[in-house]
């Protein structure tokens, strides 16, 4: 009897899965931090504009969940250790200096602290979404919805998140909005409220600008080419 309910077990399993994948055919094999090796990045590296001094970094060198990744010369003082990132031990996109990792909100890449995840991810607690490094394209897997319900814009028709492919794009013409915390709130358990450092703070200048926008070419392009510097030869 075991042996019966082992197999139809699984063959449920196989009946889901088969149905993810067709849903999100970009699901076989995971991409997290793909592109990202350590021979050639090093433990820790910088994500640079290619054919500038521009890099990515979080706003002010601020540290922060919710604080928006954009770009600004690597020259810059003391915030230089503002622009260090590595892959942790799942593959994740993380900010050296603070700890936390990469994730999107809506569009915007921001940090996020981790939290468990329960079979209903929500905007406050889900799956990060996975990075890779790919013909000098910065490239986007999202494993849940990254916009917020009631989001003004609608960036991803028909849950196109799960179906389309993305990348990071600097100097997007289109403009971004934060969330404060209190967009959250629906999802924050009362047990972590005010248990928690978040500051919703961003640069809108375009020449900043670092957002998510649908992959349209294989390669990089004028506003979605980078290169990973180690960290140890900046």
Request: aromatic content about 8%.
């Given at each position: 009897m075991q042996r019966v309910l082992n197999v139809a077990c699984k063959s449920v399993m196989d009946q889901q899965k088969a149905f993810?994948?067709?849903?999100?055919?970009?699901?076989?094999?995971?991409?997290?931090?793909?592109?990202f090796d350590r021979a050639t990045c090093g433990l820790y590296f910088l994500i640079r504009e290619k054919g500038t001094v521009n890099h990515l970094g979080t706003y002010g060198g601020s540290k922060p969940e919710g604080v928006q990744l954009q770009l600004w010369p690597r020259d810059q003082g003391s915030n230089d250790k503002a622009q260090i990132f590595f892959?942790?031990?799942?593959?994740?996109?993380?900010?050296?200096?603070?700890?936390?990792?990469?994730d999107i909100v809506d569009d915007v890449p921001v940090l996020h602290r981790r939290r468990p995840v329960s079979g209903h991810p929500n905007p406050w607690s889900h799956p990060l979404p996975e990075f890779s490094f790919?013909?000098?394209?910065?490239?986007?897997?999202?494993?849940?919805?990254?916009?917020l319900p009631g989001c003004t814009d609608d960036l991803y028709h028909g849950n196109s998140w799960?179906?389309?492919?993305?990348?990071?794009?600097?100097?997007?013409q289109k403009?971004?909005?934060?969330?404060?915390?209190?967009?959250?709130?629906?999802?924050i358990p009362a047990a972590m409220v005010g248990s928690f450092d978040y500051q919703a703070e961003g640069n809108h200048?375009?020449?900043?600008?670092?957002?998510?926008?649908?992959?349209?070419?294989?390669?990089?392009g004028e506003r979605t080419t980078w290169e990973i510097v180690p960290a140890s030869k900046s």
């Open positions: 993810f994948d067709q849903q999100n055919p970009q699901s076989n094999g995971s991409c997290a931090g793909a592109g892959i942790d031990s799942s593959g994740a996109l993380c900010h050296a200096s603070s700890g936390l990792a990469v790919v013909n000098s394209q910065i490239r986007v897997k999202f494993l849940s919805d990254p916009s799960a179906t389309k492919n993305f990348v990071l794009a600097a100097h997007t403009d971004f909005h934060m969330h404060p915390i209190s967009d959250f709130s629906p999802w200048d375009k020449k900043w600008r670092v957002l998510v926008e649908e992959r349209t070419k294989d390669v990089g």
